[in-house]
Structure formats: C-alpha cells, structure tokens
C-alpha cells in the first residue's frame, strides 16, 4: 500500500541522516561507497 511504501521510505531516510550524525563527519555529496565500488 501507499503508506506502507512512504514508511520504509522514511524509515530509510532516518536511518541514513542517524548515520552520518552518529559518525560525526560532515556530509558529502560526492562520496562513492564502498559498496558500490566492489559491484
């Protein structure tokens, strides 16, 4: 459902805006995670 779709997409913003407080480095945009970097 549509409001299902619109929590998991919040849930998934908190979760990564939680990170990056919890870190303490600033953002920045152009990071390449590492992930990705080994697809």
């Known amino acids: 459902s549509k409001k ?3 929590i998991a997409v919040s ?3 908190l979760k ?3 990170a990056i407080a919890k870190s303490g480095n600033p953002y920045d ?3 390449i995670s590492v992930l990705k970097l080994n697809n």
């Open 16 to 18: 990564q805006a939680f």
């Open 4 to 6: 299902l779709a619109l």
């Open 29 to 31: 945009a152009s990071h």
């Open 11 to 13: 849930n998934k913003l």
